[in-house]
Structures are given as structure tokens and as C-alpha cells.
């Protein structure tokens, strides 16, 4: 089975990346042949800041590298080190119509925020099953908002195998990250569009101070409360065992805590789970040779994939010499 799924570079990533969609990802690098790459080239319908871009792209791989990523296992790479996957995003323009990408929410969502309507952003879609198409992925693991994309990459894939009587392309299947929904410092969804993240690689100080400065309602300290409306309480039971859930829960009922305490039982937890990968992340940023190595490597591992298919897409479609097709 392979897996396959990408992460824009186009910020610091957060508790929310970490818990909905990170964890998953390294946990599947043990069962299958995964492809993870950092989508820079997706990153630029937002990102026009060169220093900042080439910045993100590399925290990415630092990143998912501290957090346990194994290199030798998984197969992290730079998008833009496979740059067939520009090429057959045009042949899979060709045979696209247009209503397909009229019909996409994020497209319209992102629009509706405020970004430029570009001609890369209304054809992020076809990037991005030429991603996933390229690779012949079995599988591709994303949130919800991105299974519109998967489906219309089965339709591409779909549309070219039609259009030229082979089946060059698989369908992949998106398969749902786990449905929790991480709650950010004000108690909406955890976003960097939202500014109320709890970065994964801050100091040890700030991370403290953003979760002291958690949201939380004004039941008095001897009241007993309810930890099920606390957003507090939601973070610590993403982050914490079972059994200290269970005593955390049993304090807010009996009442005599106040929010600040609880905060500091999930500040506590947050650094056991972050201490660690923020020390092997420091190690990294001392080997930057290291990282630059591996995405190189592991570019070059997806790019033989990437070419293999797209020889065989090139034949089938007529742009390079093959056998006649006599139709
Ligand atoms: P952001 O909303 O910060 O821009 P992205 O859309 O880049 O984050 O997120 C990449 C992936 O991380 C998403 O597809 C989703 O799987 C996961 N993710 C992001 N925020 C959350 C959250 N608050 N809760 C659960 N998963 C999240
Ligand atoms: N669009 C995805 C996101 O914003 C990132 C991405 C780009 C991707 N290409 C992909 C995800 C291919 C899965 C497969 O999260």
C-alpha cells in the first residue's frame, strides 16, 4: 500500500497540525511505504516572500524530523526537487473541464478570505492530483477540508484514462485523519489564520505563557466545573493518559481548582510530549547539512517514481514518440 500526502509550507506548524494530521502521518511510516512531501509549490499561491518561503519549507522537514519521522522509513521530500509533477498538472489541465475546479469550496473559501484569486490558486486542485497521481498513491491521508481535493484527483486520474483509452493512472483513496477537531486559545478550530495557535516549536517559556492565556469562563475557584466546556480540558485529554484525564476531570468536579491549575497540569503535559522533540529539532538546526541531505536523497528516491510514470504518460498521450494507436 502506498501512502501519500503532502503539508504546505506556509507557517510555523502547531498543536493542531500536530494532533490532527502529524501523528498520523509518522504512525503510518511503520505499516506502509509512505511519500510525505512539503508542497512548496502550493505554498506560493500565498507566499511571495522568497526568504520566508525557502524559511517555512525547511522548518517543515526539521519539523516533522524532531517529531519522529524516519527518513530511512518514510520518504520526506521537497516538492519542487520532482518537478514532472508542473508538467503533468498541465496535461491533466487538458483533459479537465472547467466546471470541476468552479466547484471547489476551498478555492471559494480562500477567495472569500481575502486571497488573490490567481490562476495558480483556482488550479491548486490540479497540482495537487498530479501529486498524488504521479506517485500511483493507494492512499492519501488529509483532513476533511482536503477530501474534495482527493476526489477530484480520482476524477483527473479518471479523465485522462478515459480520454486516451489506458489505464495509466490509479484511483487513490483519501483516508480521514481522525475526526477531532484541536481547539485553539480562544476555543475555535486551531488555525494560523485564526492567530490562536499553540506553536510546536516555540520556547519552553512562550509555549507556557500561551497556555496560561487559554480562554476560559469565570465559574469561581471554589465552584465545581464542568471539564467537558472547558477548553483547557479539551487540550489536556488530546494530550494526556487516560488516567490522568480521568484525575484531571475528577478535580474539576469536586471544585476548589481553579483554571490556572488545570493549566499548568496541560503545560505540563504539552512539554513532556514537546521537550524532547524541541531538543532533537535544536540538534537539527546545528545540522543543517543533515536535513538538506535527506530531502535531496529522498527527492531523488520520489523523482525516479515521477519519471517512470510520466514516460508512460508522455507515450500515452502522444507527446513523445511511441507505438501507433491506429484509432
Ligand atoms: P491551518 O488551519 O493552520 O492553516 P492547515 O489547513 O495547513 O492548517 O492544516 C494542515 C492539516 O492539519 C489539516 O488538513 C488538518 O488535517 C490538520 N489540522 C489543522 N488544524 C487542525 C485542528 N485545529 N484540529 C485538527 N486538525 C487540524
Ligand atoms: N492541499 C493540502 C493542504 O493544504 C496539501 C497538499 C498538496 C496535499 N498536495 C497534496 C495533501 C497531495 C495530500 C496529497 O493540506
Not at 272 to 285: M, Y
Not at 305 to 324: H, N, P, S, Y
Request: glycine share 8%; proline share 4%; aromatic share 8%.
Amino acid at each position: 500500500m502506498r501512502v501519500l500526502s503532502g503539508i504546505q509550507s506556509n507557517g510555523k506548524l502547531h498543536l493542531g497540525n500536530y494532533l490532527g494530521a502529524i501523528t498520523q502521518h509518522i504512525a503510518m511510516q511503520h505499516e506502509h511505504e509512505c511519500f510525505f512531501f512539503i508542497a512548496n509549490y502550493h505554498s506560493l499561491t500565498t507566499i511571495h516572500d522568497p526568504d520566508l518561503l525557502r524559511a517555512y519549507t525547511r522548518d517543515v522537514a526539521m519539523d516533522y524530523l524532531a517529531l519522529g519521522l524516519d527518513p530511512e522509513k518514510a520518504c520526506l521530500f521537497r516538492q519542487t526537487d520532482v518537478p514532472e509533477v508542473c508538467e503533468l498538472t498541465w496535461i491533466l489541465s487538458c483533459v479537465t473541464g472547467k466546471g470541476l475546479l468552479e466547484r471547489a469550496t476551498s478555492y471559494k473559501d480562500k477567495v472569500a478570505k481575502g486571497i488573490a484569486s490567481s490562476m495558480g490558486l483556482f488550479s491548486y486542485p490540479v497540482l495537487m492530483a498530479a501529486d498524488i497521481l504521479i506517485y500511483r498513491s493507494d492512499l492519501v491521508p488529509v483532513g476533511k477540508d482536503q477530501t474534495q481535493h482527493v476526489e477530484m484527483a480520482q476524477d483527473m486520474g479518471g479523465y485522462f484514462n478515459q480520454t486516451f483509452g489506458k489505464e495509466v493512472f490509479k484511483r487513490p483513496e483519501a483516508k480521514l485523519n481522525e475526526s477531532r477537531v484541536v481547539p485553539g486559545v480562544d476555543g475555535q478550530k486551531m488555525s494560523k489564520s485564526y492567530g490562536n495557535t499553540i506553536e510546536l516549536f516555540d520556547t519552553a517559556k512562550k509555549t507556557k505563557k500561551r497556555i496560561m492565556g487559554i480562554k476560559t469562563d469565570s465559574t469561581p475557584v471554589e465552584a465545581p466545573k464542568d471539564p467537558d466546556g472547558c477548553n483547557v480540558f479539551a487540550l489536556y485529554k488530546l494530550m494526556a493518559n487516560p488516567d490522568e484525564v480521568n484525575a484531571l476531570a475528577d478535580r474539576y468536579r469536586a471544585g476548589g481548582m481553579g483554571y490556572g491549575d488545570a493549566k499548568k497540569e496541560l503545560a505540563e503535559v504539552v512539554e513532556r510530549v514537546l521537550g524532547p522533540a524541541r531538543e532533537r529539532r535544536a540538534a537539527l538546526e546545528g545540522d543543517l547539512s543533515f536535513v538538506e541531505d535527506v530531502l535531496t536523497t529522498n527527492g531523488t528516491k520520489a523523482r525516479k517514481v515521477a519519471q517512470g510514470v510520466m514516460a508512460e504518460v508522455r507515450e500515452t498521450c502522444g507527446l513523445i514518440a511511441g507505438k501507433e494507436t491506429h484509432r
